[in-house]
């Protein structure tokens, strides 16, 4: 390889990365956004979709809206509509940020072109980014006009997580010539461990976006007044979901417990892990802080991001622990490339 090959090689990969790390944190910054919708109950804040109430920008009062607009924007929702100024902008800003985390992820699979010669996995992966956040857009439609479908909800988290996979995936595999890992004994078990927390943690955000929907219908029947009983009217599912997490931290003590036992040398897998488990901490205490001081609206998203961010560093700590099986084709591509 010519040295004017090698450093646009070079330049190309630099921007990858840093492209698709950017992605993935503003994907999260969504996440976010998208909590602060379900929290502050703006779901509804824009009854149509794409536009919001008809316009591609949106009202700021009533009076610029027609004076039969509960009639035809309830008519299409089975339901009446009652425009909001806060919740209306808050739903048409997560709608703009989510245009512009799409158009993030087009340029992370436009900058994934070069490697189509040298790891084409990298642009595979950062295609299927692409398609399943236009299938995500789909789906974003389709929650509106089902009024908030719990079913609809759910799979559009859940695809969120997906999304943010793949993406760590790409981002990872572009990272592999610069990722070294401690040595450890045995994988094995760590890897067991580590699958059946992340399978476990998905399901324990699934248990909470249904708390999240019956915690809809019952600060509907009671109302801000009722905040102090919200808690207590939301049955079973909450209590599961509370008593779920005392597992959730249990397994993630058994991964510290199993790293140690197995571990040479301390490195970039064990200070993750540590903050994997600082993180599972504070989510417990958002939780916490919902459950017994009246579920203050600012500790929902939070609550929120902070599992789907801790999925997703389980996710990276599963890669970086089989680093040489899941990388091994680009480990040969990138000596290869340095003999050429």
């Known amino acids: 390889m010519t040295n004017s090959r090698l450093i646009n090689s070079q330049n190309n990969t630099r921007l990858f990365r840093r492209l698709a790390l950017l992605t993935v944190v503003v994907v999260y910054v969504l996440i976010l956004i998208g909590g602060i919708v379900r929290s502050t109950g703006s779901g509804m804040g824009c009854p149509d979709w794409p536009k919001c109430f008809g316009s591609w920008v949106p009202p700021t009062e009533a009076s610029q809206l ?19 100024v806060f919740k209306t902008w808050t739903e048409y800003l997560n709608r703009l940020f989510g245009v512009f985390t799409g158009f993030l992820i087009f340029g992370t699979l436009i900058a994934s072109i070069p490697f189509i010669k040298k790891d084409r996995p990298i642009f595979y992966m950062s295609l ?42 790409v981002m990872a595999r572009s990272y592999v010539e610069q990722i070294s890992v401690e040595e450890i004994k045995s994988k094995g078990s760590i890897n067991t ?3 059946w927390t992340i399978g476990l943690s998905i399901v324990q955000i699934v248990l909470g976006t249904q708390v999240r929907e019956a915690m809809d219908l019952v600060m ?26 005392l597992l959730i931290l249990g397994l993630h003590l058994g991964l510290i417990y199993q790293l140690n036992k ?65 990388f091994k084709q680009t480990r040969l591509g990138v000596i290869e490339n340095r003999n050429t």
């Open 66 to 84: 027609p004076p039969n607009y509960q009639e035809i924007f309830g008519s299409k929702l089975k339901g009446e509509i009652e425009f909001n």
């Open 262 to 326: 197995n571990i040479v040398t301390k490195g970039v897998v064990y200070n993750l892990m540590l903050a994997l488990l600082a993180m599972v901490v504070v989510e417990i205490g958002t939780g916490m802080l919902l459950a017994y001081w009246n579920v203050p609206a600012f500790a929902q998203p939070i609550h929120l991001t902070l599992a789907t961010l801790a999925v997703g560093l389980q996710f990276v700590i599963l890669l970086l622990l089989n680093t040489e099986e899941v």
């Open 220 to 245: 509907k029947d009671l109302g801000e007044a009722g905040r102090a009983q919200w808690i207590d009217g939301l049955g079973i599912r909450f209590y599961i979901h509370r008593s779920y997490s």
């Open 128 to 169: 299927m980014a692409f398609l399943l956040v236009g299938f995500q857009g789909w789906l974003g439609s389709k929650v509106v006009s089902s009024e908030l479908a719990p079913i609809l909800v759910t799979l559009h988290m859940l695809l969120a997580i997906v999304i943010v996979f793949v993406l760590l995936y």
């Open 193 to 195: 461990w580590l699958k």
